[in-house]
T-cell receptor, first 110, second 113 residues
Framework: QQPVQSPQAVILREGEDAVINCSSSKALYSVHWYRQKHGEAPVFLMILLKGGEQKGHEKISASFNEKKQQSSLYLTASQLSYSGTYFCGTEGGSNYKLTFGKGTLLTVNP | DGGITQSPKYLFRKEGQNVTLSCEQNLNHDAMYWYRQDPGQGLRLIYYSQIVNDFQKGDIAEGYSVSREKKESFPLTVTSAQKNPTAFYLC????????????FGDGTRLSIL
């Protein structure tokens, strides 16, 4: 089942922070995060595995709460280059297939 | 420079026609995937292959077919049975199967004439 991302869209000014959430109705084994700029290929950001760990990538970090079956992506001191659509992909079974959410459109303005 | 090459970038299909989208990778990855992306819908898995000469249906395989005769190649055929083929198609690969980052090609945009 497709995970639910929120918010659907967010507009920031450069330097502001944002949180993007990804929730699933079933147990999760891992969560992937990707960013896609308009007309381009999605780019891998990070994977979070079962265990509640938090990972970081530049000023972008994420957490994974397996009990709540959700993950959050944190963007700190946003830059113009952070603009794009962020997708979470969840893996909830033994076959490691990813199911992606519908995406969150992030726009960072000067 | 390693990566995934999809061709063509744009493709037009006539009624009743089958078309094939090319995907080639030189990353020496075992697993390859095909996704369909529609506006506001995220990425939906069409087919995936964990290893050469093997592939499985994804969530929306009807009207599509694939082959995996070589490790580096995973072409997707959109058959005439796919009644709504207009979409952005993305090919991806990963080193192995399970909890591996996926690397994506630049996509093929398919439209109906």
């Amino acid at each position: 089942q497709q995970p639910v991302q929120s918010p659907q869209a967010v507009i920031l000014r450069e330097g502001e922070d944002a949180v993007i959430n990804c929730s699933s109705s079933k147990a999760l084994y891992s969560v992937h995060w990707y960013r896609q700029k308009h007309g381009e290929a999605p780019v891998f950001l990070m994977i979070l595995l079962k265990g509640g760990e938090q990972k970081g990538h530049e000023k972008i970090s994420a957490s994974f709460n397996e009990k709540k079956q959700q993950s959050s992506l944190y963007l700190t001191a946003s830059q113009l280059s952070y603009s794009g659509t962020y997708f979470c992909g969840t893996e909830g079974g033994s076959n490691y297939k990813l199911t992606f959410g519908k995406g969150t459109l992030l726009t960072v303005n000067p | 420079d390693g990566g995934i090459t999809q061709s063509p970038k744009y493709l037009f299909r006539k009624e009743g026609q089958n078309v094939t989208l090319s995907c080639e990778q030189n990353l020496n990855h075992d697993a390859m995937y095909w996704y369909r992306q529609d506006p506001g819908q995220g990425l939906r898995l069409i087919y995936y292959s964990q290893i050469v000469n093997d592939f499985q249906k994804g969530d929306i395989a009807e009207g599509y077919s694939v082959s995996r005769e070589k490790k580096e190649s995973f072409p997707l055929t959109v058959t005439s049975a796919q009644k709504n083929p207009t979409a952005f198609y993305l090919c991806a690969s990963s080193m192995g199967w399970g909890n591996q980052p996926q690397h994506f090609g630049d996509g093929t945009r398919l439209s109906i004439l």
